[in-house]
């Protein structure tokens, strides 16, 4: 790199993007074993009823008791916590010690939403992705939370797609991965084109 004395050839402007925001995904290393216990035990649980969930999905089903599978699974969480520890040392990096406490199994079936939502009561939110094709069913979308005291914000037509113009956003995501975000982050998906999309919701929190 050469170095100048010009003036004119100096930096006039500088933008800078503060307070990103962190998203994690976690491959996780023995998928298929994983998948293989969780579909075992799907086997010998019920569709719940209900699962106070209505107003914000529609056609989404809850597989068994909300903490069961990890308690009848306890390696499931090890594994999560392990992706959880890497999310957080890359992340806010909070210092008290990390555990999930509240988690459930949900079954999406075709034409299935989840509409935009935050989680409360917690730090982190992760979604596993169990039985999931990216060609067939719906993917995450998070979208960007605007605070303001000035009303209305007003929405401007951009020349060009920029990481400080996106109001929502997205990335590649396959089967196996343990996606971990900011639990106030709002986050959801549009209708799910084919049925049997399985995930693992859980929310994380400090220990007591």
């Not at 569709?47 to 969930?53: A, I, N």
């Not at 090890?78 to 909070?94: G, P, S, W």
């Not at 060009?160 to 709002?186: C, K, R």
């Amino acid at each position: 790199m050469n170095l100048s004395d010009n003036l004119e050839d100096a930096i006039q402007s500088e933008t800078y993007g503060f307070f990103p925001i962190p998203i994690t995904k976690y491959t996780l290393p023995n998928h298929e074993e994983v998948k293989k216990s969780i579909l075992t035990w799907m086997g010998d649980e019920n569709l719940l009823p209900t699962h106070g969930r209505e107003a914000i999905s529609h056609n989404v089903k809850q597989v068994g008791p909300t903490n069961k599978l990890l308690t009848d699974l306890p390696h499931i969480e090890d594994a999560l916590n392990l992706a959880i520890t890497k999310h957080n040392a890359h992340a806010f990096n909070y210092k008290p010690n990390l555990v999930i406490n509240e988690s459930y199994l949900e079954l999406h079936g075709e034409g299935a939403i989840y509409a935009p939502h935050e989680h409360s009561n917690c730090v982190y939110s992760l979604t596993y992705l169990i039985n999931y094709d990216p060609e067939k069913h719906a993917f995450i979308k998070w979208r960007k939370n605007v605070a303001s005291n000035h009303y209305p914000i007003l929405q401007i037509e951009s020349t060009d797609v920029t990481a400080f113009n996106l109001t929502e956003a997205t990335f590649n995501m396959q089967e196996g991965d343990v996606i971990i975000y900011p639990a106030n982050l709002t986050h959801g998906y549009d209708s799910n084109p084919n049925p049997e999309r399985i995930t693992l919701t859980a929310n994380i929190t400090i220990s007591k």
